[in-house]
Every structure is written in structure tokens, then in C-alpha cells.
């Protein structure tokens, strides 16, 4: 099973509620692809982060895209339309958010995300080296600890494809070791110094 948990990365979490979320909220089409999504504690930390920062009317215009490779035998799709989840995965979720959004589900150790946060993610199979994109008009792509397994040609081309399907203006969000490859600088400008948020130019 793919390392990941509920809100792993606050930093990055905090840096959409306060830079990303005010800019992409007015858009007809509040679109967002987590790329790498694994079996979905991060996109369903995303759609939580939206969904206390959102009124109801434009919470209603989130889509989030969730794609993983997600190879046969792991069934990330499965567990993902399920939402429930072992103890472990949940340990660093806000203690207020948590009980505002989480119940105790039947299958012991083990708690189910509330189903209006499981129903704005959609998951798909999806594999960045097809360097075809699930669809275009993002407003946000978040791709964290799946670029850096990769070649630096690849990781390019990966990045090249997120600049192309991002609105004018979207935003892109990765790992904290991750640097923007020096040829692409151009294509965005970084939200913060310290955060890897980008900002299609
Ligand atoms: C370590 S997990 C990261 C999960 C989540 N993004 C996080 O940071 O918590 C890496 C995920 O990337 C996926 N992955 C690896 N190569 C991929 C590819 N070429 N296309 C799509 N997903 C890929 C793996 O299947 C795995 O679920």
C-alpha cells in the first residue's frame, strides 16, 4: 500500500487555503487534478480544505480529479469510493476537523469520511507518462512524491503537461523537495519562496 495519510503536508495545505483558494474560487469551474492521488487520503484532505473555506454554492462547482496509476492489485479506486480508513491515516487530521467530518465506521479501527466530501472526487487510472492529460481547465494541480521517482526528462515533460492543461493563472503544488527544473522557470512564477506553490504565468 502507497505511503500517504490524511493532511501529510499542512504546509502546503494552508499555502491553497490562503493564496489559491481566494484567487480560483470565482471560476465557473473550480477545477483541481491531484495527480498521484494514491488510495485518497490527500484529495479527500483537499476537498476538506475547500470545503471549510467555500460557501455552499461554490462548493458545489468543485470537481476534484483524483488519478493514480493504481495498479490491479491495490484497488486505490475502491477504497477511495468506500472512504473508510484505518486509524493510522487519520492521526493527523485537526481534532475538530476530524470529528466534524469523520464517523466510526463499522469495520473496527477503522473511520468513514462524510459523503459530501467522498462525492466531489472522482477517481480515475491515469498515468503521467502518457503526457495526455486527464482534461484541461485546471485551476489547481496538485502532484506530490510521484515526480521525484521519476527521470529529470520525464519530470520535464510531466511539468510541461501540468503548464498546458492549467487555466491562465492556475496554480501547481508540489513536494518540498522539489525544484522547479531551471528550463521551465519561465512558464511559472513561485507563489511563495519557501513553498513549492507555483502559479502558471
Ligand atoms: C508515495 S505515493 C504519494 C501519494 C500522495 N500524492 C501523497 O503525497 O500522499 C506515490 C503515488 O504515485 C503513484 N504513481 C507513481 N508513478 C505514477 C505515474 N506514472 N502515473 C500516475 N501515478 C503514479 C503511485 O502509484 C503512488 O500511489
Redesign the pocket.
Known amino acids: 500500500m ?4 490524511f493532511f ?2 499542512l504546509l502546503i495545505l494552508h499555502a491553497i487555503r490562503d493564496h489559491v483558494i481566494p484567487e480560483i474560487r470565482r471560476y465557473k469551474y473550480i477545477n483541481v487534478w ?6 485518497g ?2 484529495p479527500y484532505s483537499l476537498a476538506i480544505i475547500f470545503k471549510e473555506a467555500l460557501n455552499s454554492y461554490e462548493f458545489k462547482r468543485l470537481r476534484i480529479f483524483a ?5 490491479e492489485s ?1 484497488g ?1 479506486g475502491k477504497i477511495l469510493r468506500a472512504g473508510v480508513y484505518p486509524e493510522k491515516t487519520v492521526k493527523r487530521i485537526p481534532e475538530e476537523i476530524f470529528h466534524k467530518y469523520f464517523t466510526s465506521s463499522v469495520k473496527p479501527g477503522h473511520y468513514k469520511i462524510c459523503d459530501e466530501i467522498i462525492h466531489c472526487v472522482s477517481f480515475q487510472r ?5 503526457l495526455q492529460p486527464v482534461r484541461d481547465g485546471f485551476g489547481l494541480i ?5 515526480l521525484l ?2 527521470q529529470e526528462t520525464q519530470r520535464e515533460d ?1 511539468i510541461k503537461m501540468f503548464h498546458r492543461c492549467l487555466v491562465p493563472g492556475g496554480f501547481f503544488a508540489t ?1 518540498q523537495i522539489q525544484r522547479m527544473p531551471a528550463e521551465l522557470s519561465g512558464l511559472f512564477k513561485q507563489v511563495r519562496p519557501n513553498i513549492r506553490l507555483f502559479r502558471r504565468v
Open positions: 502507497a505511503l500517504t495519510f501529510r503536508d491531484d495527480a498521484g492521488c494514491a488510495m487520503p490527500e488519478t493514480d496509476l493504481d495498479e491495490r486505490f491515469h498515468d503521467l507518462r502518457s496538485v502532484c506530490k512524491n510521484v521517482h521519476m510531466i513536494e
